[in-house]
């Protein structure tokens, strides 16, 4: 089977940000949210510009500027919301919860944007929500009923995560629709150069430009590796969005959640129970037989 240019660019984004957010997690807890954010966005500046270095004025018209600067706005607000997210909660716990941007962004797929997704696909991505509801909610009852006995039900940051997948749906909704407009390099390129500016700011208002430095220094392999993977998956994402359906690129890309929550067991020892185990699984198998089909 010979796979599409859409799928191929679909599963580097997943294995990207399957990687990417492991690594961001590492950055955010060593050089702040803000700080990884701004590495974020100055990596994708400087890396990107000499490929759309003549395009750069077109992305300044009015039919252009619009949707860039909206979904600038969306990915900053989102990014940090996120970040916080992963600062506080396992991630094996948080990426799966984040994977709710599936349903989001399939309803606005089906109903705003008017995507063809058949019956089967929507199937699948069905399976993906039963494999992150297995894996979000927290329990140590012997029977899984007597939730509401807990003072707490919830990981920790799983509040923040909801928010962020609400987020992260309108992220890839505007992300797609910018890159279709413009292209995935010349999107990534403003949206990152924003970012970049934004996060630079906040760390020169709150007095943390130094120190963040110092501590990216001590730190330089995490926030390099955050900052080269996060780029590569955004601009594979909307590569793979010119060519296939949002709903269904999201849905596949979706199964990096998997990954990420395998480096957070394997490396950093996170412990699951086996309930929470089997949802991963579940929502990676429906994830990859979703591409499959899709191809």
């Known amino acids: 089977m010979t796979l599409s240019v859409g799928i191929i660019a679909a599963i580097i984004a997943l294995l990207a940000w399957g990687f990417g957010d492991f690594f961001i997690q590492r950055a955010i807890r060593a050089i702040g949210s803000y700080g990884a954010l701004f590495f974020i966005g100055a990596f994708g500046a400087v890396f990107f510009l000499p490929f759309i270095w003549s ?17 600038l706005a969306i990915t ?5 919301i996120l970040f916080g997210a992963l600062k506080v909660g396992k991630i094996s ?16 797929s089906l109903f705003f944007l008017r995507e063809a997704i058949s019956s089967a696909q929507i199937g699948l991505i069905g399976l993906v929500f039963i494999g992150i509801t297995m894996t979000v909610i927290h329990h140590e009852q012997k029977f899984w009923w007597q939730w509401w006995k807990k003072e707490r039900w919830l990981e920790r940051g799983v509040v923040l995560a909801l928010v962020g997948a609400l987020f992260s749906a309108l992220m890839n909704t505007f992300t797609a629709l910018a890159s279709r407009g413009t292209s995935p390099l010349e999107t990534m390129w403003f949206v990152h150069t924003g970012l970049a500016i934004i996060s630079l700011g906040v760390l020169g208002y709150r007095g943390e430009i130094k120190t963040t430095i110092k501590a990216a220094q001590r730190h330089w392999q995490d926030v390099f590796a955050q900052s080269a993977l996060d780029n590569v998956a955004w601009v594979a994402f909307a590569k793979a969005a010119l060519t296939l359906p949002v709903g269904i690129t999201i849905g596949i890309t979706e199964s990096y959640v998997a990954l990420a929550a395998f480096l ?5 020892k ?26």
Do not use: D, H
Not at 58 to 68: D, R, S, V, W
Not at 273 to 293: D, S
């Open 270 to 295: 996170e412990k699951l129970k086996p309930r929470q185990l089997w949802g991963i699984v579940i929502a990676l198998a429906a994830a990859i037989t979703l591409a499959v089909i899709s191809n």
């Open 55 to 71: 395009k750069v004025p077109t992305l300044f018209y009015p039919e252009n500027l619009l949707i860039l600067t909206i979904t």
């Open 93 to 108: 716990v948080i990426e799966p919860v984040l994977s709710l941007e599936v349903l989001i962004t399939l309803f606005i």
């Open 76 to 80: 900053f607000v989102g990014a940090v």
């Open 264 to 268: 957070g067991i394997q490396v950093s």
